[in-house]
């Protein structure tokens, strides 16, 4: 399977302070996508990075993507307690059509 | 503007019965797939679509079918219900042309088998 792993599983910090996200996967990727899901609800698309780029911001998120190690981590700065959610990186690979496949995803907790 | 629209939210079904989940999108999209969401595994694809009459297999697809008679409809048919299809179904539709590869979802229909 090329699905993507998630680390940690589960997060929680303090308002305010950074959390990191870390996705791997493992095969070639034409991009790799960030969502979150709120409690009950469906995901919502954060964040694509193309294989060709390195870095993406968007707001207090920013992406990275490292192919050579087949990783990508997603920092969100200065959390809120509305940051609370579970987050999912999601891989189009390379010859595999236009399927998007999800890891397990990391619950995170701001705690206020 | 619905998105992507889901019915039902709910619905208990008892071991062999058959129902159809339904999942309709108002943005034009190309694309359709459906996904199973299990605790601790993510999201699964089961089925996708990239246009009308065209259908396709994803990691998950045994117990269920699907077809795409219109750009905006894409039905998942569960046709002899087991306990293991307990999950949460997630429809979710992108547009194939541009460049963002986003996926918009839906709410969700939380499936219990007994």
């Known amino acids: 399977s090329q699905q993507g792993e998630e680390d940690p599983q589960a997060l929680s910090i303090q308002e305010g302070e950074n959390a990191t996200m870390n996705c791997s996967y493992k095969?070639?990727?034409?991009?790799l996508q960030w969502y979150r899901q709120n409690s009950g609800r469906g995901l919502v698309h954060l964040i694509l990075?193309?294989?060709?780029?390195r870095e993406k911001h968007s707001g207090r998120l920013r992406v990275t993507l490292d192919t050579s190690k087949k990783s990508s981590s997603l920092l969100i700065t200065a959390s809120r307690a509305a940051d609370t959610a579970s987050y999912f990186c999601?891989?189009?690979?390379?010859?595999?059509?236009?399927?998007?496949?999800f890891g397990a995803g990391t619950i995170l907790r701001v705690k206020s | 503007n619905a998105g992507v629209t889901q019915t039902p939210k709910f619905q208990v079904l008892k071991t062999g019965q058959s129902m159809t989940l339904q999942c309709a999108q108002d943005?034009?999209?190309?694309?359709m797939s459906w996904y199973r969401q299990d605790p601790g595994m993510g999201l699964r694809l089961i089925h996708y679509?990239?246009?009308?009459?065209?259908?396709d297999q994803g990691e998950v697809p045994n117990g269920y079918n699907v077809s795409r008679s219109t750009t905006e409809d894409f039905p998942l048919r569960l046709l002899s219900a087991a306990p293991s299809q307990t999950s949460v179904y997630f429809c979710?539709?992108?547009?194939?042309?541009?460049?963002?590869?986003?996926?918009?979802f839906g709410e969700g229909s939380r499936l219990t088998v007994l």
């Open positions: 979710a539709s992108r547009s194939l042309a541009g460049s963002t590869g986003e996926l918009f």
């Open positions: 095969t070639s990727i034409n991009n």
């Open positions: 990075i193309r294989s060709n780029e």
């Open positions: 999601a891989t189009q690979a390379k010859g595999y059509g236009n399927k998007l496949v």
């Open positions: 943005m034009n999209h190309e694309y």
């Open positions: 679509s990239v246009g009308a009459g065209i259908t």
